[in-house]
């Protein structure tokens, strides 16, 4: 067997696990981040929930629990993403 077909054989039986453990870590990493979300909007709703009505902490507050928010669901739909692009490099 010539070595350049062993050498292309190699590359195309490992590129693949290559590119899903990339894809692993990258989606450990996105997990991570969106624990540490969540954990801020709790802890920010908390705080709101203790704050007296109208008060200008009480709006700071909200406002930062509403980019804790989107910041969450941005991170839930990318992990969405990527587990979808998983799935679809795995069955090729």
């Given amino acids: ?3 350049f077909s062993v050498v292309q054989i190699l590359t195309a039986s490992i590129a693949p696990v290559i590119v899903i453990s990339g894809v692993g870590l ?3 990493s996105i997990s991570n981040r969106y624990g540490r979300a969540i954990d ?4 920010l709703a908390r705080d709101m929930g203790e704050s007296d009505g109208e008060s200008a902490r009480r709006r700071h507050l909200a406002e930062q629990l509403r980019l804790t928010n989107d910041r969450a ?4 739909r990318s992990m ?5 692009k998983r799935s ?3 069955s090729n």
């Fill in 1 to 3: 067997m010539p070595t």
């Fill in 26 to 28: 990258l989606l450990l």
């Fill in 40 to 43: 801020r909007a709790r802890l």
């Fill in 73 to 76: 669901h941005i991170l839930k």
């Fill in 80 to 84: 969405l993403y990527s587990c979808r």
């Fill in 88 to 90: 679809e490099a795995t």
